[in-house]
């Protein structure tokens, strides 16, 4: 089975940065996974960010950027904001099916 | 303005059956996928399976978790996705959320609560 391994929760700094990872248990994440990455927060739909690993959405903030990083994607948020405190849950493409990583409660405090 | 709409969730008893719909309005429907996601209570997000539109041949594809007791088919006549879930076990309670694309997943629906339970 397929696992999707995310930091379970990371803390940083109003205006600060934070990198968040997504790995696979197959191996290193490529552009081929077309990792998407979405933020939840309590209550909410989930909101897309970011897909193909790099892309983003019209609505997506400029601080929030995607990349891939020692074979894993990430997720990197610059001059943090305090509204960005949610669950960040990244996708990872399995040639046909899709597995969610477990999500990274990100605080910022 | 792009718009999904999931209805039908509610209380079912372990071993019965549900179908959901998804209502979509605002893109064409028919050039696109559709996804289901759920996620209960407290838990994280779980991809439940998909179906590709009519050039794709409505191909579908789920988790091993759902396969073989969940459906997923689409009117596009009528812009509704639907997810039939047979063989309901309480660990199928979620809320079960849609959403389009086969790359983007950039349109969300607010979600249906489903409760299996006796």
């Known amino acids: 089975q397929t696992v999707v391994t995310q930091e379970p929760s990371l803390t940083v700094s109003p205006g600060g940065t934070v990198t968040l990872t997504c790995a696979s248990s197959?191996?290193?994440?490529?552009?081929?996974?077309?990792p998407n990455w979405f933020q939840q927060k309590f209550g909410q739909a989930p909101r897309a960010l970011i897909y193909?690993?790099?892309n983003k959405h019209s609505w997506t903030p400029a601080r929030f950027s995607g990349s891939l990083l020692g074979g894993k994607a990430a997720l990197t948020l610059s001059g943090v904001q305090p509204e960005d405190e949610a669950e960040y849950y990244c996708?990872?493409?399995?040639?046909?099916?899709?597995?969610f990583g477990g999500g990274t409660k990100l605080t910022v405090l | 303005e792009v718009q999904l709409v999931e209805s039908g969730g509610g209380l079912v008893q372990p071993g019965g059956s549900l179908k959901l719909s998804c209502a979509a309005s605002?893109?064409?429907?028919?050039?696109?996928?559709m996804h289901w996601v759920r996620q209960a209570s407290g838990r994280g997000l779980e991809w439940v399976g998909r179906?590709?539109?009519?050039?794709?041949?409505?191909?579908?594809a789920y988790a091993a978790s759902v396969k073989g007791r969940f459906t997923i088919s689409r009117d596009d006549s009528e812009n509704t996705a639907y997810l039939q879930m047979n063989s309901l076990k309480a660990e199928d309670t979620a809320v079960y959320f849609c959403?389009?694309?086969?790359?983007?997943?950039?349109?969300w629906g607010q979600g249906t609560l489903v409760t299996v339970s006796s």
């Open positions: 959403t389009r694309s086969d790359i983007t997943f950039d349109y």
């Open positions: 605002g893109f064409t429907f028919s050039g696109s996928a």
């Open positions: 179906i590709r539109s009519k050039a794709n041949s409505y191909a579908t």
């Open positions: 197959t191996g290193a994440v490529t552009s081929g996974y077309y």
């Open positions: 193909s690993t790099s």
């Open positions: 996708l990872l493409y399995y040639g046909g099916a899709w597995v």
